[in-house]
């Protein structure tokens, strides 16, 4: 006893086993005929987790947990089922984190006692000459399946004679013990962890070593009972599908999915397993077939938590002309399942009316859908997940009845996605706050790993696959999960990708990913993350603007298309005299319910709000002459491209922090925003500061005089919205100006400075809106004022008038628009923003009804007194200028003229009126390169200049060459791509 002591000392892996019945530490071991391994308290359990009351589930599994036996070693084999089944609990009520500690507690177990499936006496695993009473309350399909008798008390013979030897062996030591279990309960339980954890892990379980090990402990060969080898190679296909992989663990489901013709307690998980592997293959072939088996088997096996599942999935993978079979299979179970499980019954009832919508029959799916609800809201019930999942297919089906998104107030629609969305991202459970959805977790767990630090390929690929589309897998298994992954902030991940590609200095593919991250910040702003958008976006597009891909989309899509696309054709034959504010709404709502049904539909959409640039030449278009610039922020630190004649170079600026004080400085000089003194700089002193912003941005700022551009387009990003690229000179502070040099024009992203134009039938009419904008104290000034602008472009029309049809619909009028009135976005609520200001407050005057159905917007709009937060003391992110001209564009606005900071005064007048002439003939570019030239070469009165303080009155001469009365402006504007293919 001395000798085995100081062993235990100095070996301290060694742990021992608690004796029972007969046997003790120290003792031969023993016999328990009479024990139940689990106890019978985990079968009380998972009765009511099949009930559907998962809270009162998790309790009581949480007391069978505290019935199995432990040991020095910790808990033993006969919790993993216990883990397995609480696992489960916490799924389906939304908690991930909970579901995975549990999954990880029974794979430890698992791992730790390795070899335990060998000790199993396997000759008593089929009761021989037993027949089988079929299963009640099931249907034929589930009445034909062949059932192996298997035992639920298999004798398990676990530790060996404790000697010298074993303790210097160390590990997990246990005196010899003999006990009757339900060994294959267990497995079954360790087989639906592998499986969960796959679901939550997603891709980031390719690579976990855990997994892997609990793969290699599960690979027992060489036992000689068949139904041994079979239910062996089951749990070792889960566990290898846990491992995400897949190759290996397609064909041992398979293979192990039936034994000897008929089905063990292992046969639905594996055909799950077969099922789940096939869904995430392209063309997910063999699914359905895999699917619709479990479900027939765990009916058979009296597993009904199996049932929904794989209801689910089959729903998810059914083509239209299958979806029938599905909708006609689920109502068959959630029917027969009603008093066996509520939680099946639930979840087939969903997944029939999931499927009815694929199939379009809404009717059915309403009847379904009501069913589900009925029973959900009992109050012994509680599902979270599978709540989340109805409140999915009850907004489609919404959407196939009539119903969409936003319109004037909320609709079904509306609702339902919020109550999904809740879910998915503001679950509480007993006040506590959970992440709900795999994709969420996976996000949290793939910033702790990277943190700042800039990965290789292996970190590219696992970020490229999680700032991509969902993959067509996700959207087959789980649609609220695949909403989750397309609605979550993925800006860091966009910002690590980002700044992997500037560490390999490759200009084009920075290019590409500062497009994505700006034009996702758009879409992250619009219903669905921009797919309702995305829709309209290819609804209405001409075949010249779309690519091969997307016009294949749009004419070989789901039916709805074509039906939305003609609506739009439709819409562009509307007259003046047929359109009114019923017809509007009445066509807004047939083409939105459409827009937001084929938005709900599983699978990716062609990204056209805002349009991408192309990710394998995505400068093919530029002209040559013309350069492109690009910004985008992350943390400090500032990335920008520079392309010109086919090349593309790449910089970054790793301390940006004193970048708004300088450009704020700037500001201030030239009088944006000042409060003391003179608005009106005294010298020229302010150019040096330009200087050095300029040098700051372009390390090689003389590149710009010695290179024959003739056009720069530079897309913005953060305080460098506010800067007025224009007025910095080109090389030291006594340079000429880059504008005067150089046309710029700006963008909001890439793709918006790269998008091909469409054709439009040009109409002279010019409509202008004003308030007191010119002489805000004198009305009839200003009246007079803005009635010269209106009289110097002919065929002009003054707003409001009352034969106008509405403001959505102006385009069927006028080409251009021009407003003259002081506006301010809301920030927190941008598409709230009304357009013109004498339809303030009015539904459809506002920017979000001009990116809805049906709309046909001017092509051209100058917001001359759009006020952003350059005037502020401290300068904001620029997202109001982004988001209003994104949302423009968007809506098919070609060429906006906005600015930075409202004028006012004579100096507008001039240069509205000189631009509103020359607009309706030769486009906006060319019609503001000359108002701004006019501008600049007049004499001004500062008597007239509201913008003026009252130090600058008594200045004797002012001009418009100040920059504060033109450098404001900022004109966003597609690059002419016929130009680049006449080159």
């Not at 239209?320 to 027969?336: G, I, L, M, P, W």
């Not at 093919?620 to 520079?642: C, D, I, M, N, Y």
Request: charged content about 20%.
């Amino acid at each position: 006893m001395i000798a085995a002591a100081s062993v235990l000392c100095l070996t301290p892996e060694v742990s021992f086993a608690q004796g029972s019945g007969l046997g003790g530490f120290g003792t031969l071991g023993g016999v328990e005929p009479g024990g139940r391994y689990p106890s019978q308290e985990y079968y009380f359990a998972l009765e009511m987790y099949r009930s559907g009351d998962l809270e009162n589930a998790v309790d009581a599994f949480e007391a069978a947990l505290r019935r199995t036996r432990r040991d020095i070693n910790g808990r033993w084999i006969d919790s993993i089922p216990v883990y397995a089944m609480l696992a489960e609990c916490y799924w389906q009520m939304g908690s991930v984190p909970q579901a995975r500690e549990n999954i990880d507690a029974a794979m430890q177990v698992a791992i730790r006692y390795r070899g335990w499936l060998n000790k199993v006496d396997w000759r008593s695993a089929v009761r021989e000459g037993v027949q089988m009473s079929p299963p009640t309350g099931v249907w034929p399909a589930a009445l034909a399946i062949k059932r192996v008798p298997t035992s639920d008390r298999i004798m398990f013979q676990s530790g060996q004679p404790l000697t010298e030897q074993t303790l210097i062996q160390g590990g997990v030591v246990e005196e010899p013990n003999l006990r009757a279990m339900d060994i294959i309960e267990i497995m079954r339980g360790l087989a639906i962890a592998s499986y969960r954890r796959r679901i939550i892990l997603g891709p980031l379980s390719e690579q976990d070593n855990f997994v892997n090990e609990l793969a290699e402990s599960t690979n027992v060969g060489g036992l000689p009972q068949p139904v041994a080898q079979t239910m062996s190679g089951a749990l070792h296909a889960a566990a290898r599908y846990a491992a995400h992989d897949d190759k290996r663990a397609f064909p041992e489901a398979s293979k192990s999915a039936l034994s000897s013709g008929g089905a063990h307690p292992l046969s639905a998980i594996a055909l799950l397993v077969q099922a789940s592997v096939l869904a995430e293959s392209d063309n997910a072939e063999g699914s359905l077939a895999a699917a619709l088996a479990c479900v027939n088997v765990a009916a058979a096996l009296e597993q009904p938590e199996l049932i929904g599942e794989a209801m689910q999935l089959a729903a998810g993978v059914a083509s239209e002309k299958e979806a029938n079979v599905v909708r006609t299979a689920a109502d068959t179970a959630a029917n027969a399942m009603v008093r066996k499980s509520r939680l099946a019954a639930v979840h087939c009832f969903v997944a029939s009316a999931d499927a009815a919508i694929k199939s379009r029959d809404y009717a059915a799916a309403t009847l379904s859908i009501g069913h589900a609800k009925s029973l959900s809201d009992r109050r012994d019930v509680l599902q979270p997940r599978i709540d989340a999942y109805g409140a999915y297919v009850a907004a489609k089906l919404a959407a196939g009845r009539g119903e969409a998104f936003g319109m004037k107030s909320s609709s079904v629609v509306d609702k339902a996605y919020g109550s999904m969305r809740t879910f998915a991202q503001q679950h509480r459970v007993r006040n506590r706050t959970l992440v709900s959805m795999p994709s969420t977790y996976q996000f949290a767990l793939l910033s702790q790993s990277l943190g700042t630090r800039i990965g290789g390929s292996t970190s590219d690929a696992v970020l490229d696959y999680y700032t991509s589309d969902p993959p067509p897998a996700l959207w087959r298994r789980d649609p609220v999960d695949a909403m989750t992954f397309l609605t979550i902030d993925r800006s860091a991940a966009l910002a690590m990708r980002l700044a992997i590609a500037a560490e390999q200095t490759d200009g084009d593919k920075v290019l590409v990913r500062t497009d994505t991250l700006l034009a996702e910040r758009f879409s992250q702003t619009l219903p669905l993350a921009g797919r309702v958008a995305h829709v309209r976006g290819l609804a209405s597009a001409e075949d010249q603007t779309l690519s091969d891909d997307q016009r294949n989309f749009r004419n070989q899509g789901p039916a709805e298309f074509k039906q939305l696309r003609q609506m739009v054709l439709d819409n562009a034959k509307l007259t003046p005299a047929t359109v009114n504010d019923s017809l509007v709404e009445k066509l807004g709502q047939q083409q939105e319910s459409l827009a937001t049904l084929i938005a709900f539909s599983r699978g990716s959409l062609p990204r056209l709000a805002p349009p991408r640039v192309d990710e394998k030449a995505p400068i093919q278009g530029l002209p040559k002459r013309t350069a492109l610039v690009t910004f985008a922020f992350s943390g400090s630190r500032l990335f920008t491209t520079f392309s010109l004649n086919g090349k593309t170079q790449v910089w970054t600026n790793n301390n940006t922090s004193r970048l708004p004080a300088m450009i704020g400085s700037v500001l201030r000089s030239i009088g944006v925003g000042k409060t003391r003194g003179s608005r009106l700089p005294e010298d020229n002193a302010w150019r040096k500061d330009a200087a050095a912003l300029l040098k700051f941005l372009f390390p090689e700022a003389s590149s710009f005089a010695g290179t024959d551009i003739d056009d720069l387009v530079i897309v913005p990003d953060g305080p460098l919205w506010y800067l007025p690229f224009d007025i910095l000179p080109i090389d030291g502070e006594d340079a000429e100006f880059l504008g005067d040099k150089i046309s710029i024009r700006y963008a909001a992203t890439p793709g918006l400075a790269l998008r091909p134009a469409p054709i439009r039938q040009k109409k002279k009419a010019v409509g202008i809106a004003a308030s007191r904008f010119f002489a805000p104290r004198d009305l009839e000034i200003n009246t007079a004022i803005t009635q010269s602008i209106v009289d110097a472009a002919a065929g002009s029309i003054l707003l409001p008038v009352a034969e106008m049809p509405p403001t959505t619909m102006l385009g069927i009028v006028l080409d251009s628009l021009i407003v003259a009135a002081p506006g301010v976005m809301d920030t927190s609520n941008p598409f709230a923003m009304s357009v013109l200001p004498y339809e303030a407050g009015k539904p459809n005057a506002a920017l979000g009804a001009w990116l809805q159905f049906p709309s046909q917007v001017p092509t051209t709009i100058a917001l001359a007194g759009f006020r952003s937060q350059a005037e502020s003391p401290r300068l904001g992110d620029g997202r109001e200028l982004f988001m209003t001209l994104c949302a423009l564009h968007v809506a098919g606005v070609d060429d906006v003229l906005i600015s930075r900071w409202a004028v006012g005064g004579e100096s507008s007048a001039i240069v509205l009126r000189e631009f509103s002439q020359e607009l309706p003939f030769s486009g906006m570019v060319d019609a503001w390169r000359r108002a701004r030239m006019v501008l600049r070469r007049t004499d001004l009165d500062p008597l007239t200049e509201p913008l003026l303080a009252h130090a600058d009155k008594d200045l004797e001469n002012v001009t418009g060459e100040e920059p504060l009365f033109w450098s404001g402006y900022l004109l966003s504007s597609p690059i002419d791509l016929n130009a680049a293919a006449k080159q």
